[in-house]
């Protein structure tokens, strides 16, 4: 029964990761011919028989076309709040006062998965004016440029929710 499943998540990954790549492949692709088409199922193909094993190797959750939906979703939050830090620290740089007031925080994170906890780490430092300096069981270390509320859950909520509450749907 066990190896049924084995095979069955290892099929259903496979068919996911081509997808994906397949996806990938049309959206770098200036036109669309029959040549491009078979050199990205080629290349799909062969990136996804190899990837695959990898990523059951990393117990990483399954690939699902609900996960890959999420993460789509959850790079359109990232590029919003991206653009909303860069904006927010264009203003503290040529604000006359320059109002910042930098420090180290630490938030909370209800996130259980590494790759979860680790890819929220990343996302806080992509966005200006944070950045992650480690990881302690469910803490995050963060350096922030302008330090907003003295409690661990204002902090929390200001810095990490806004990712994690997506991150949770695509790695738990």
Do not use: C
């Amino acid at each position: 029964m066990k190896k049924n499943y084995l095979l069955r998540e290892k099929l259903r990954s496979f068919f996911y990761l081509f997808a994906f790549l397949m996806i990938i492949w049309f959206a770098l692709v200036s036109s669309i011919n029959f040549q491009k088409i078979l050199a990205g199922m080629s290349v799909s193909l062969i990136l996804a028989f190899v990837l695959n094993e990898e990523y059951l190797e990393l117990d990483l959750p399954p690939i699902g076309i609900k996960r890959i939906f999420y993460f789509i979703v959850y790079i359109f939050i990232l590029l919003k709040e991206i653009v909303k830090a860069n904006l927010d620290v264009a203003y503290r740089v040529i604000h006359p006062k320059m109002p910042i007031r930098p420090g180290v925080v630490v938030i909370k994170t209800n996130l259980k998965s590494k790759i979860g906890k680790l890819i929220l780490a990343n996302s806080i430092t992509l966005t200006p004016g944070t950045f992650t300096l480690d990881i302690i069981g469910d803490n995050l270390l963060i350096h922030w440029i302008n330090v907003e509320g003295d409690r661990l859950e204002e902090r929390t909520k200001a810095i990490g929710e806004r990712f994690e509450k997506i991150l949770r749907k695509i790695f738990e």
